[in-house]
């Protein structure tokens, strides 16, 4: 149980487009989601928090502009990298919360993304 | 500021062989930690979490409050645990370190 489904798992997209990442909870309602990213022998790093029905939380540094984040139902949450740079590419991950408590998180299996 | 340091990018290991993966993290406060797991090809899993003081696959991690640290040990290596391995804290999000890849040597 508890599984997230990430789509797609690779997307290349030329300089200036936009491309949208599903987060989807397949047995479970997820109130809260975040987006990670993952650049080359890096760390994880939280981009936002999404919230069902609510604006997402931006952490420091990151363009809300540019990484649109959409939570519109318990199930699904999207990211939109818009007008992507070559700079943009990147391993995407979605987390939700499955439940409270320290082990509630499940990870969906990333998104390659490749600007060029 | 909450920081987790892992200060070792790749470790080899014979197999057999002692393991032990070091973490230290910064946090006011009484942190709750984790290490998570990502074998190759696959999603990132938990592997364990500090409060429960749980044994996975043969590895055990202790909270050293005075040394702040999280080390992940496993006492004979398998060549099945080669994987990237991430140490965690968790605020009201998740604060990764920057992975440590475990190379099992045959």
């Known amino acids: 149980g508890a599984v997230v489904s990430q789509h797609p798992s690779r997307v290349i997209c030329k300089s200036g487009t936009s491309v949208k990442i599903e987060c989807r909870s397949l047995d479970f309602q997820a109130t809260t989601m975040f987006w990670y990213r993952q650049f080359p022998k890096q760390s994880l790093m939280l981009m936002a928090t999404?919230?069902?029905?609510?604006?997402?939380?931006?952490e420091q540094g990151v363009e809300k502009d540019k990484f649109l984040i959409n939570h519109a139902s318990l199930t699904l949450s999207t990211l939109t990298v818009t007008s992507a740079h070559p700079e943009d590419s990147s391993f995407y991950i979605c987390?939700?919360?499955?439940?409270?408590?320290?082990?509630?998180?499940?990870f969906g299996s990333g998104t390659r993304l490749t600007v060029v | 500021a909450q920081r987790v340091t892992q200060p070792e990018k790749l470790l080899s290991v014979f197999k057999g062989a002692p393991v032990e993966l070091k973490c230290n993290y910064s946090y006011s406060g009484s942190p709750e930690l984790f290490w998570y797991v990502q074998y190759s090809r696959q999603r990132l899993q938990l592997l364990l979490r500090?409060?429960s003081r749980e044994s996975i696959k043969g590895f055990t991690a202790d909270l050293n409050k005075g040394e702040t640290s999280f080390h992940l040990k496993k006492p004979f290596a398998q060549e099945e645990d080669s994987a990237m391995y991430y140490c965690?804290?968790?605020?009201?999000?998740?604060?990764f370190g920057k992975g440590t890849r475990l190379h099992i040597l045959p």
């Open positions: 987390s939700a919360r499955v439940a409270p408590g320290v082990y509630g998180y499940t």
């Open positions: 500090h409060i």
């Open positions: 999404s919230n069902e029905g609510s604006k997402a939380t931006y």
């Open positions: 965690a804290l968790r605020d009201d999000k998740i604060i």
